[in-house]
């Protein structure tokens, strides 16, 4: 398989392991927004063995290389004209989060993903984590009966920002890229879907006063009286064990369960337990192996657009101060 990147600004670093092998490999890089550098990206590449060719223009690149996947990374706000300019080439597509800078530009994504008739994924990384997996087994095990409510939290070390996380045209907001996580696990552990979210930010503490908002809530209403909850933020402290502090509880019927630290808690009829993690899984791998059509990926393309179109409408919540109807 001829693999293409576009971009490098985000997690498109997971993707270069697994291409070691004779039947992939990556042939081309090329930049997706102005002010983005490929050069940390080509030197680990060369690093491993690739000599991969470096356009400066990622429609040149598309063009010449006719790749089969296109790995999208660029900045976030910009994901989108990228994403259709890859299904319009005939690509396979792997993108970071979040897919589209608004609903409407979504919709069209989504309508050139039905007349590409290829894969499709966002980079929703945490279904293939170890804690996260096992939580959501044990739901669907029905270890806590029926889901009723769910609290997720995404928090972060503020760190050391790149200059284009400062300018929402570029960014895209703290919500579409760090909430859109949490937004995930509650569609995927509760199986529903959302009716309505109410959202507020703030921009507090943030180097420049405007961006990257540094702290965010969501309210999720839910099909069938389910509820969620999102909180959102840059303040992880720096003596914190990890970079992100992120957890999800999950209330059924018949218990609760838990992620945090990593680690996974069950309450139910049997006591506190904690089940041990399942194996970390291949992302990429798998969405490579769905590609050919031998295998299936967590995440869906179908998946991908939901969470997307959540986290889309819950920044446009935050940023009217409206409940937003889904």
């Known amino acids: 398989m001829k693999v293409v990147m576009i971009g490098s600004s985000g997690h498109s670093g997971l993707c270069v392991p697994d291409c070691i092998r004779e039947d992939r490999t990556f042939v081309a890089i090329a930049l997706g927004s102005r002010g983005e550098s490929m050069e940390g990206m080509e030197r680990r590449l060369r690093e491993i063995g690739y000599t991969p ?3 400066g223009d990622y429609r040149e690149m598309l063009r010449k290389e006719k790749p089969d996947v296109a790995v999208i990374d660029n900045f976030y706000g910009e994901h989108g004209q990228v994403i259709l300019d890859a299904f319009a080439a005939g690509c396979h597509v792997f993108a970071e989060k979040p897919a589209a800078a608004n609903p409407e530009q979504l919709e069209q994504i989504q309508e050139a993903w039905r007349r590409a008739g290829t894969s499709f ?3 929703f ?3 293939y984590d170890g804690a996260f997996y096992k939580a959501w087994q044990l ?8 889901v009723r409510l769910l609290n997720a939290q995404k928090s972060y070390k503020f760190g050391t920002r790149p200059d284009f996380m400062s300018r929402r045209k570029t960014y895209g907001g703290t919500i579409p890229w760090v909430g859109i996580h949490g937004i995930d696990w ?8 959302f009716t309505s979210v109410t959202a507020v930010q703030s921009a507090a503490e943030a180097p420049n006063g405007v961006c990257p908002e540094t702290t965010a809530l969501a309210q999720f209403q839910m099909e069938d009286g389910m509820m969620a909850s999102l909180t959102v933020d840059y303040l992880n ?3 914190a ?3 992100g502090d992120d957890r999800i509880r999950v209330v059924g019927t018949k218990g ?8 996974v808690t069950l309450l139910n009829s049997q006591g506190v337990q904690h089940p041990q993690n399942l194996p970390e899984g291949d992302f990429f791998g798998d969405f490579l192996a769905q590609a050919v059509g031998k295998g299936k990926c967590r995440v869906s393309a179908e998946e991908t657009f939901a969470s997307t179109r959540a986290a889309l409408l819950a920044q446009r919540a935050a940023d009217s101060g409206e409940t937003v109807c889904f």
């Open 53 to 55: 060719t470096v356009y």
């Open 121 to 123: 994924a966002g980079m």
């Open 125 to 127: 990384t945490y279904r």
């Open 139 to 146: 739901i669907r095990q029905g270890a806590i009966g029926k």
């Open 186 to 193: 509650i569609l995927w552990m509760s199986g529903g879907h």
């Open 237 to 239: 402290p720096a003596a």
């Open 241 to 243: 064990p990890f970079h």
């Open 256 to 263: 609760v369960v838990e992620v945090r630290y990593n680690g």
